[in-house]
């Protein structure tokens, strides 16, 4: 494999990388955000089959995460990235077609799949455009574009789904932002120049799909994953039992603005400081964000916290993701990002259940202690397993 890196962060080729992402996570906000609404008015679903849309899609995403890293080490970097982005693109154009809930169901599996790759595929690609002494202010912009679209992406499900009668015009904006985003994904020229590997005498491992350098920063991923999850799960919920139901959607806009300001800022500062300055900072502003939230009785509280929440985790995730690019060679960056986000998939899906059974059995505000101690024991883990090993210096 071979990798070139430039001399500028700015480049044609990663605008159009960073444009890329941005346009495929639109669309995965906005359907997942939508597509439960679509189940109960449109084919008149019960709240199990709502559920089972965002269900199976995580676990197209986490079953095909999986091997993400290994087909393209297999197949080529920018052909996996290509092939992935026109079967997320056929995903979309199908759900037209989509008159039922046991299709539906199956093309959510198929198309959470097909993102998973993607995902993985742009991410690497990102890395690979970086220059390597801009690494962690790429990685906070790259990232920066994914936390647009998280505001973007609900807002415009939104107004399509509650401002036209015609319920495929979800679709079609659907269908009309995964093209652009596989339009961009075509002008990115990369210098990575993989030719498929010749496999079929080579031992069956786990080491072809699982990264085991970055098993350790990747399990601390899966602790912020897991606490994260009580914010996208429960916060609607919540909002509603504690009568704040109409500051949920501002939580959210303010949670990611908050991002998108500070994310810049991080990664010029991991490019500067040694991570420890990021992460231990980060933890504490991310829980005591957590804490906030459940003892939240007003708006203002609530959209405090909202805040908070997103400076803490604004700092933390592009710090575990550069950490997990950094801890192996070149050759095996591909397979470090799909096994970091594999984590991070996990963290999300057991959060969410374990968190919902906690919230069933004793209360939101009880959810959101065990989530906060989720969230502190990030620290106590990468101290562990990251802190006293480390050996360069910045």
Known sequence: MTYVHGSRLWTKNFIAICFSSFFIYITVYMLNT?????????LHGNQQQMGLVITLWSVGVIAFRLFSGRWIEMIGLKKTAIISFLLFFLAVAIYLGAYGILFLLIVRLIHGGSFAVAATATSTLAADLIPDSQKGEGIGYFSMFMSIAMVIGPAIGAYVIHGYDNSQALFIVSLILSGLSLICLVFVRHSQQTSVRLITNEKKSWRNL????VLPISF???LLSFSYSSLTSFIFSYTMEMNLSRFSGLFFVIFALIIIVSRPLVGIALDKWREHFIVYPGTIIFVIGVILLSKSETGFLLL???AIIGFGYGALFPC?????IQAVALER???AISTFFLFFDLGFG????????IASKTSYQSMYLVAAIAGLACSAVYFAVHH???KRDK
């Open 350 to 357: 057991i959060g969410s259940f374990v968190l919902g059974w």
């Open 320 to 324: 575990f993701q550069l950490l997990a």
């Open 210 to 213: 699982i990264e085991r350098k």
């Open 34 to 42: 939508t597509l439960p609404t679509f189940v109960k008015e449109v």
């Open 304 to 306: 405090l916290s909202a």
């Open 220 to 222: 601390v991923g899966f």
């Open 333 to 335: 960056r591909n397979i």
């Open 388 to 390: 006293p090993f480390l």
